[in-house]
């Protein structure tokens, strides 16, 4: 399985930016797919996450209501629409596949996921 994250940049507070992730060869590996965001000095940070049957979402707290996630089946790709960006967005978001089940049980775990593409760099400025 290979990841290709794209469609970051540098905006202003305010703006929009629209991420994607590209999944290759997932076969039937893939249950879901979340994203992540590495700020230096910080843990990784859980964003969200999509199934890939039934396209359950989770979001963390800080993002809900700003950032939606999606995927088009047909294009084997995840998007992840944040709006209303903040300068604390500033970070390195990563897309990961997670291959086991109950995704619901643990789906902010990183450990939890299985394949990772790279980062694109998104920065708010204020």
């Known amino acids: 399985v290979q990841l290709q994250a794209s469609g970051g940049g540098s905006v202003r507070a305010g703006d929009s930016l629209k991420l994607s992730c590209a999944v290759s060869?997932?076969?039937?590996?893939?249950?879901?797919v979340g994203w992540f965001r590495q700020i230096p000095g910080r843990e990784d940070e859980f964003v969200a996450g999509i199934t890939w049957i039934g396209a359950r979402t989770y979001y963390t707290d800080f993002v809900k209501g700003r950032f939606t996630i999606s995927r088009d089946s047909a294009k084997n790709t995840v998007y992840l629409q944040m709006d209303s960006l903040k300068p604390e967005d500033t970070a390195l978001y990563s897309c990961?596949?997670?291959?086991?089940?109950?995704?619901?049980?643990?789906?902010?775990?990183?450990?939890?996921?299985?394949?990772w593409g790279q980062g694109t760099q998104v920065t708010v400025s204020s």
């Open positions: 990961a596949v997670r291959s086991s089940q109950y995704y619901y049980r643990d789906y902010a775990n990183k450990t939890s996921y299985d394949y």
């Open positions: 060869g997932r076969a039937l590996t893939t249950n879901a």
